[in-house]
Structures are given as structure tokens and as C-alpha cells.
């Protein structure tokens, strides 16, 4: 075997075990030992290995904040409070409160990023369903492909879409000119995939909700915590700064100044954060180091130029869903890099880069290794009890990904005809 293809090897059994998860081990344990492998056979020297994990220290202070922010709603009762308005404002529909998690699945992805969705709204969702007394899983699908199907709708509501722009991002009129059609169809196809796909589960009543319990003030201060961080979010996008930082901060102001006003220990906040997505991520991007040096990335850059010289079109189609079915195979983010440095040496129009982008957001809905957001939104299934089958998820993906990815490509593709 040449080295080459050894190296794709250990990726694919790396890939492999997050998806299926043997013994039951974490996701991180197959990613990390795939990347540890790829270091210990010279496929990747470890300086260069620790280059590549390094490369994602905002993906990984952004996933902190978050965190940090989701553990202490947990605590403050947050996610209790807004469980029990949903369920009240459904008015013993199930129907009616499909559409209102689907709707605040969407401002929260828009406004948050699809990270924050998996790792906030779930949750709440999981306190809604149970309140309500309803079968959980068709309002959990929710958080896991509005979290991707509204990914586009502004520059931050995906790591991936600041990854792949890099600092050639567009300014924010541009980019709306650009996807908000897109977004549209994209959100407006998942919910109708969704909700069809749903139907037989959300035949009965929801029990009354009740009075709700007064929120407390660590409550009312994360809530108020979670929209100042969104308000941060967007002007950092729009001055050009990474993301990282800011919600880090955010998430570290404002679990101290929950804590320190309700006098508890930080220990049982610090326990619930999950930290082994951060070695996953890690794991991610030194598996694409090592693909990178099979000379992989070089081909696809040369490729790319030459078809774009062709045809602007074709190529953006053929781009975005090869784009699409990639994220499946190593994950939205690190492939963004992928793709980044691909497009980036090769020059291409931007049409081009817009499909790419679009193929990087919504293929992970296919299945639940293609983004870090369905990752994160297992780890918080598990954590409940809650378990979900790739298998199952694939089956869903199969119905929900692909329509959104024919319309929003194929709104971009005309937009790039004119």
C-alpha cells in the first residue's frame, strides 16, 4: 500500500467510528485516534499536526461560549420557562407547536448559528415535548436541520460560511442579495419535508401547560446574556472579526455573573459542558491535514480553474453538490477549509463560491457526521436518554436534503446565468 492510500484509509475508519461509534465510545475517541495515527505513520509531522488543530482555536473559544452559555440556562430554569410558553402559546396543537419550534429554530440559527441551535434550543425543546407529553423525536428533527437549512440566511449563522470566505467575505447587502432567495427556498423545502415526513406523530393533543413558574433572575440574566451575545455576533461579522472571541467572552460574563448572583459553585456548570467536541474538532482538521498532503487539494484546485474556464454554471452545479455529499464524509468545517483553499488558488468566479457554500450548509442534513452541529445536537440527545440511529437520521436525510439542496442551488445557478 502507498502511503497515500494509507493515509485515506485511517481518514475513512476515522469517519467510520464517529459515525457508528463501536463500543459506544465517544465520537471524539475515533477522530483523535485516526489524527493520532496519521502522526505516529509520518503522514502528518506533529508540528504540522499541531498547525492544523490550531487552525481551529475560534471554532473552538465560539463552541466554549456557547457551551457555557446552554449549561447555565440549564440551571437558571431558562429552558423550563420558555418550554412551558411554547406549549401554552400552541394551544393544545401539535401542529401549531411543530411550526413554533421550527420558527424559533430558524431566528435562533439566523441570529446564533447553527451551533448555537444544537446546543441551546435543544434542550428547550426536550423540556417543551415533555411538558407537553409528546412524542419528542419529530420536534428534535427540527433543531437538527433547521440548524443547517438556515445556516446561509447571514454570515454568522455558520462557522463554516466564515471559514469558506475567509477574508474574502462579502459585505452584508451583497450577501443578502445573494442568498436570502436561497434561504427562503431552502428553510420553506425542510419545513415542508419535514412536517410531511412528521405527520403521523403529531396527531394527538398537547397537555395544558399550566402557569409557568416565575423565571428567576439568573434566568432573566442569561436570557438577556443569549440576545446581547446575539447583537455581538452580528457586529463582529459585520466589522470582519472572527467570531470566537466575542462568545467566549459573552459566555464567560455571563455564567460568572449568574453564579456569583445565585452563589452557586461553577462546578456542576463545568461539568455539563460537553468538551469532548472540542479533541473532535481537533481530530477533524488534522485528518484534513494529512488528506491535504496526498496532493488531493492540488488536484481538485486545478480541476475547479479549468472547468470554471468553462463553464461558470456547470461548474458551480457539479461544486455544489460534490460539495454536498463531502460534508458527509469528513464534515462541513473542515472541508469548508477544503474548499476555501481550493477555490481561494484557483481564482473562481463567485457563483462558484456561493454553490460551494450552499453544498457545505446544506449537505450535512443527509446525514450525522456532515456537520458539527448535528454532532453537537447527539451529544445533547444522548445526555437526555435520547438516542438516534444513523440509519434513522440517513432515512430522514434522504427525504428533507435533497429538495432544499435543488432549490437553493438551483436559485444561485440562474442568478449566475443572468
Avoid at 472579526?241 to 455571563?254: K, R
Avoid at 448572583?261 to 456548570?269: A, E, K
Avoid at 472541508?335 to 460551494?356: E, F, I, K
Avoid at 429538495?403 to 436559485?411: M, T
Wanted: glycine share 10%.
Amino acid at each position: 500500500m502507498t502511503p497515500h492510500i494509507v493515509t485515506w484509509a485511517i481518514s475513512a475508519l476515522a469517519v467510520f467510528g464517529v459515525i457508528v461509534r463501536p463500543f459506544r465510545w465517544p465520537e471524539y475517541v475515533w477522530a483523535i485516534a485516526g489524527a493520532l495515527l496519521l502522526v505516529l505513520i509520518g503522514a502528518v509531522p506533529f508540528s504540522a499536526a499541531l498547525g492544523a488543530a490550531a487552525k481551529g482555536a475560534d471554532v473552538y473559544l465560539f463552541l466554549i461560549g456557547m457551551m457555557l452559555l446552554s449549561e447555565v440556562a440549564r440551571e437558571a430554569g431558562l429552558f423550563d420557562y420558555l418550554a412551558a410558553l411554547a406549549v401554552r402559546q400552541s394551544g393544545g396543537s401539535q401542529p401549531k407547536l411543530f411550526a413554533i419550534v421550527y420558527a424559533v429554530g430558524t431566528l435562533v440559527t439566523i441570529f446564533l448559528s447553527n451551533d448555537a441551535t444544537a446546543v441551546v434550543l435543544t434542550p428547550a425543546v426536550i423540556a417543551a415535548t415533555r411538558r407537553a407529553r409528546v412524542e419528542p423525536l419529530p420536534y428534535l428533527f427540527i433543531c437538527a436541520f433547521i440548524a443547517n437549512a438556515a445556516s446561509f440566511v447571514l454570515p454568522i449563522s455558520n462557522p463554516a460560511n466564515l471559514v469558506l470566505y475567509g477574508e474574502h467575505m462579502l459585505p452584508l447587502t451583497a450577501w443578502l442579495a445573494q442568498f436570502t432567495l436561497p434561504s427562503i427556498l431552502a428553510i420553506g423545502a425542510t419545513f415542508i419535508a419535514l412536517r410531511w415526513s412528521q405527520a403521523g406523530a403529531l396527531r394527538g393533543p398537547v397537555e395544558a401547560a399550566g402557569a409557568a413558574e416565575p423565571l428567576s433572575r439568573g434566568g432573566w440574566l442569561v436570557a438577556g446574556g443569549i440576545v446581547a451575545t446575539a447583537a455581538v455576533l452580528i457586529v463582529a461579522s459585520s466589522l470582519g472579526m472572527q467570531l470566537g472571541l466575542p462568545t467566549f467572552i459573552a459566555g464567560v460574563l455571563v455564567t460568572v455573573a449568574v453564579l456569583v448572583l445565585s452563589r452557586q459553585s461553577p462546578l456542576p456548570v463545568l461539568k455539563g459542558v460537553s468538551w469532548g467536541v472540542l479533541p473532535l474538532v481537533a481530530g477533524f482538521f488534522i485528518l484534513v491535514e494529512g488528506l491535504g498532503r496526498t496532493g488531493v487539494l492540488d488536484l481538485l484546485s486545478g480541476a475547479l480553474k479549468s472547468a470554471a474556464a468553462q463553464s461558470t454554471v456547470f461548474t458551480a452545479a457539479v461544486a455544489g453538490v460534490a460539495a454536498a455529499l463531502g460534508t458527509n464524509l469528513v464534515n462541513n468545517l473542515p472541508l469548508g477549509l477544503v474548499a476555501a483553499s481550493t477555490s481561494q488558488a484557483a481564482q473562481v468566479p463567485v457563483p462558484v463560491t456561493n454553490a460551494l457554500l450552499i453544498g457545505i450548509d446544506l449537505g450535512p442534513n443527509l446525514s450525522v457526521t456532515g456537520s458539527l452541529a448535528t454532532i453537537l445536537w447527539l451529544i445533547a440527545l444522548r445526555r437526555e436518554g435520547i438516542t438516534v440511529s444513523a440509519g434513522k437520521f440517513l432515512k430522514l436525510g434522504l427525504l428533507v436534503m435533497p429538495p432544499a439542496l435543488i432549490l437553493a442551488l438551483g436559485a444561485v445557478l440562474v442568478g449566475a446565468a443572468r
